[in-house]
């Protein structure tokens, strides 16, 4: 019988384990209030009735309202169908009644409470219509209500509002329903198959709470680390980028177009001819819906990053994980997480269902509702996918049949609607330029005085393009009148105009360099191109032959089509991008023409040496790609990081282009060599996550942005990439912003792991958290929240002996930035604080600089007395506490602070007599220590001869002398006398420094 009962309580709690794992599940939902599940209780364990309560969650309203359920789990294997009385939950009413009080006496309006019972076990009908009678303060059984009272010591209208925030659920299954409910909550979340191992690994994530050296909570990063995520990227992987919407039109065509699509059951194609407004009607469109209906808007073109490849837009992971995401976020389905395993063919699935859930979520609220899914610039995202010799989300979406009420919608150009491989019943709507009145009402926003003659002029001139006119009202003439003019007397279209303003930036060149360098022109427009995103700009002056401000002048008299950046170009939109492409590289000879330009500038410039691979590709050059993959050719000569990265990713092209050509003798060569250098491009990852501040210096800052987003530096344990990422952003003001949101996330990243490792005692653990994690992590707080930010975070943590390390490197890192601001900020901050004081003037003395002496004077009070001096290093061989004490005590010296408290505090760390290390051969650290320590005491003191009976060894003044010990002592008196003077000068010097007399 006693081996029945403990199953008994095992199969409790796995029913306790199991349901808390699926109320945990709940915090990964972006629209959830939840902000913390505790399990065991609650995180106010000096309240009342805390030993009732199994789990508890808190929520944040958006109204700012905090919520706690408070939950006692009762499950029965035998009695499921024995109902549960009042008396059988006595000690339960106690201590909810107790703890109900406790919230009561807080007077707290903005904390509302509830108390849940959750069994699988029935619950009494007379004990919930007693309880039933209470709240509607109706008769009461008589006994109930003397037991209720005695059990809560409430009555009254305490009582009835005890009660209702009291509620019993005996809906729940055993602990093996839940288990059952659990897979099916997980399936509805991950993509792909539901393995046992995914639900013990969310089960064993309560078990640990419940163990005595955690404090029981569960947050949204605990739960996604055990699907693997550690970032927010890989939830919102391709966020839209486009332009604000100004100066915007009203079409009456949008209205029709809209109202077609929401008539029509399949999918449509809605195209138009380049520049017509495809991206502005998708955005129209989604504000126009009416109430009840919602639209989720795709962007494959990304503001030209598609061809990115740290930024691919193309591939399911990417553009069906954002939607269903988002959709998510606006709380109509759940999310979707996709694991590096999943396949297109389950990403697809999930999709279509998430559709139909977020279709029957709108439904229930406005029965009319229709769901809008627009997909915009996708045939964009086609070319890519073919760039790449991958497979596109676009045309295989196409190809499903949407629910009821969700409206498909691809937006590509009319020359290219064949790249979406549409069937025959899908719809193709033709999106039309500006009919004249909209021409009309679009000039008057930039001429008021504009007639209707001019506006059908300009109608005429544009043919309506929308993107046409939106380039010459951007030239911002100073009348209407020289606006027609500058369109000449035939009009013109997008491609004829981006023509006209590129021949008008060549002719501007022309005059400004010799004419033996006018064909070199070419070579700007090949660029622009055949290159991908962000496009240097030394890169097209290098290749044309021209200065970086002629190349910036060519840009800029293009217009508006073209972003350019502080060093790089990127397209703007895509009519002009498809305009180059067309233009400059329609043959193979022309990629031939321009590689054979580019190759001589690959050992320079790193950005030339990555893109070749790609456009050996696209020029047919099969055997040219293999070589230089297999070879050292074409890298940067000057920059071994960029030079490992881009051989490390010329092999992966080439591997790739191999296995494409079903050439496995070349492929099986190129896998060999990209073995051997992705043993050392791990080598060089751990160099950059030490140098982290040298990183953002050496490299661009493109760069730095894809190894942060990459997420390619890490320690030993899930999150810490975050960290790295932060830290490297953070140290770029352009991208202060996505290094806040990285910050945001290390920091609960870091708390979960600290959590981990009380649990598991692993503080010393190599998969632990590091010096190098917190110095970082200070390190992005101060770049991102400033001095008082850092001090906030490094005040958080312990212990003091620790954090003196992170602080010395962190000032250390400061002063090889030259951030002296930032060092006597931090200084003024330390003042009562000695391990972090200590810790940065140690790194200030060792490059000649010394804090004033009433920044120093407090904490060498503090180093004086035993409760609050810093406490001796227990390192032998790495003890970094007493040499930086040394250097303080150093600097006190310099300004002239009382001498008696230098001898106190140097008395206390460095003792008078010598030891055997200061004569060893075998280190020197010590050897310098006490020499310091020696001449700081000759000077104090007065006394600059050495007494070498009074500070030798204790061995040496023994009897029992040797010759052994003879030879030591020689030894001793050699360092000593051969070494002290210099450190007797060094201390001279600093003493007649100054001009304080010392008391």
Not at 24 to 45: M, Q
Not at 298 to 327: M, P, T, W
């Amino acid at each position: 019988m006693s081996n029945d009962l403990v199953a008994y309580s095992r199969a409790g709690d796995v029913f306790h384990y199991r349901w808390a794992a699926r109320r945990c599940l709940r915090l990964i939902y972006p629209n959830s209030s939840l902000t913390g599940v505790y399990i065991e209780g609650s995180p106010e364990t000096g309240k009342a009735g805390e030993y009732v309560i199994d789990v508890s969650e808190y929520s944040t309203e958006d109204a700012g309202e905090k919520k706690i359920d408070y939950y006692q789990l009762k499950h029965t294997t035998v009695q499921e169908d024995e109902p549960f009385t009042i008396s059988d939950l006595k000690d339960t009413f106690i201590g909810f009644a107790a703890r109900y009080l406790q919230h009561k006496n807080e007077n707290n309006p903005d904390v509302s409470i509830s108390f849940t019972v959750i069994t699988n076990r029935k619950v009494a009908d007379s004990f919930r219509t007693n309880l039933s009678a209470i709240i509607k303060k109706e008769k009461v059984d008589s006994v109930f209500k003397k037991t209720i009272e005695s059990y809560t010591n409430l009555s009254g209208d305490d009582l009835v509002s005890f009660c209702r925030t009291l509620h019993l659920e005996d809906g729940e299954g055993n602990y093996n329903i839940q288990k059952d409910e659990l897979r099916i909550e997980l399936a509805q979340l991950i993509a792909g198959s539901i393995e046992n191992a995914q639900i013990e690994n969310l089960v064993a994530l309560v078990q640990e709470k419940v163990l005595p050296d955690t404090d029981g909570r569960i947050n949204r990063e605990d739960v996604l680390k055990r699907f693997g995520i550690t970032s927010e990227k890989e939830l919102y992987p391709a966020p839209a980028k486009w332009d604000e919407l100004t100066n915007i039109i009203e079409r009456r065509q949008h209205s029709i177009l809209k109202d077609r699509i929401a008539s029509l059951s399949h999918p449509v194609i809605v195209h138009a001819a380049g520049g017509v407004g495809k991206s502005v009607f998708c955005r129209q469109l989604i504000n126009s819906l009416p109430e009840g209906s919602l639209g989720i808007a795709y962007d494959c073109f990304g503001a030209g990053s598609y061809r990115n490849r740290s930024e691919s837009r193309h591939k399911h992971r990417d553009a069906l994980v954002q939607i269903v995401n988002e959709l998510a976020s606006k709380g109509l389905c759940d999310p979707l997480i996709v694991q590096n395993t999943t396949l297109d063919e389950d990403i697809m699935r999930k999709f279509l269902q998430r559709i139909e859930a977020s279709v029957k979520s709108l439904k229930k609220v406005t029965k009319e509702a229709q769901l809008f899914i627009l997909v915009d610039a996708a045939d964009n995202a086609e070319m890519a996918a073919i760039e790449y010799t991958q497979s596109c989300f676009a045309h295989e979406l196409l190809r499903e049949t949407m629910p009821d009420g969700c409206k498909l919608v691809m937006l590509c150009r009319t020359e290219r609607i064949h790249l979406l491989q549409p069937q025959s019943f899908i719809t193709q709507l033709e999106l039309e330029p500006f009919s004249e009145e909209e021409t009309l009402e679009n000039l008057k926003k930039w001429f008021p005085d504009a007639n209707e003659k001019d506006g059908i002029e300009f109608h005429r001139l544009t043919f309506g393009n929308p993107r046409v006119q939106a380039n010459a009202l951007d030239v911002k003439h100073d009348s209407s009148h020289e606006l027609l003019t500058s369109l000449g007397p035939a009009g013109t279209s997008v491609e004829k105009q981006i023509e006209i303003q590129l021949n008008a930036a060549i002719s501007k060149m022309r005059d400004l360099i010799p004419q033996e360098h006018h064909h070199q022109i070419n070579s700007i427009c090949l660029g622009l191109a055949s290159l991908p995103p962000h496009i240097p700009i030394d890169v097209l002056s290098k290749v044309a032959n021209v200065s970086v401000d002629h190349v910036k002048s060519f840009v800029s008299d293009i217009g508006r089509s073209l972003w350019l950046y502080d060093t790089s170009i990127q397209f703007r939109d895509e009519p002009t991008e498809t305009w180059f492409r067309n233009t400059f590289l329609a043959t193979k000879k022309n990629y031939e023409e321009y590689i054979a330009a580019l190759e001589p500038l690959a050992h320079q410039l790193p950005y030339m040496a990555e893109v070749l691979p790609q456009l050996y590709l696209q020029a047919g050059q099969y055997n040219k790609l293999i070589a230089i993959a297999l070879s050292d050719d074409f890298l940067p000569e000057n920059n071994p990081i960029d030079a490992r990265n881009i051989r490390v990713y010329r092999l992966q092209f080439a591997f790739k282009a191999a296995l494409k050509l079903k050439n496995f003798k070349d492929a099986i060569k190129l896998a060999m060599r990209a073995g051997e250098e992705v043993a050392g491009n791990q080598r060089q990852i751990g160099l950059f996550r030490s140098n982290i501040d040298l990183l953002a210096t050496l490299q661009s800052k493109e760069k730095v942005q894809e190894i942060a987003f990459k997420r390619l530096l890490s320690s030993r344990w899930d999150g810490s990439e975050n960290i790295y990422s932060a830290s490297l952003l953070s140290g770029i003001s352009d991208y202060k912003g996505e290094g806040r949101g990285y910050l945001r996330a290390a920091m609960n990243w870091l708390h979960i792991q600290f959590e981990e490792q009380r649990k598991n005692d692993e503080r010393y653990h190599h998969d632990g958290i590091h010096d190098e994690d917190i110095l970082e992590l200070a390190y992005a707080h101060l770049n991102i929240h400033g001095v008082s930010g850092c001090t906030d975070f490094l005040f958080s943590l312990k212990p003091k002996e620790a954090l003196f390390r992170t602080v010395q490197d962190l000032a250390e890192r400061l002063v090889d930035l030259g951030r002296f601001d930032d060092i006597n900020d931090l200084v003024g901050r330390f003042v009562q604080e000695p391990y972090y004081l200590v810790a940065t003037v140690s790194r200030l003395v060792e490059i000649g600089k010394f804090p004033q002496a009433n920044e120093i004077e407090t904490c060498l009070n503090l180093l004086c007395f035993r409760k609050s001096r810093i406490r001796k290093s227990k390192e032998f061989f790495n003890d970094r506490i007493t040499p930086a004490i040394i250097s303080f005590l150093e600097a006190c010296v310099y300004r002239g602070l009382p001498k008696i408290k230098i001898l106190m505090a140097l008395n206390h760390y460095v003792p008078i007599k010598a030891n055997r290390m200061v004569y060893s051969a075998h280190s020197s650290s010590e050897r310098a220590i006490y020499l310091k320590a020696l001449a700081i005491r000759a000077v104090l003191l007065n006394k600059l001869e050495v007494d070498i009976e009074a500070i030798s060894p204790d061995e040496f003044s023994s009897k029992k002398k040797n010759h052994e010990l003879d030879n030591d002592f020689k030894e001793f008196k050699e360092v000593i006398h051969g070494l002290f003077p210099w450190y007797l000068l060094r201390v001279q010097i600093l003493f007649d420094n100054t001009s304080v007399a010392l008391l």
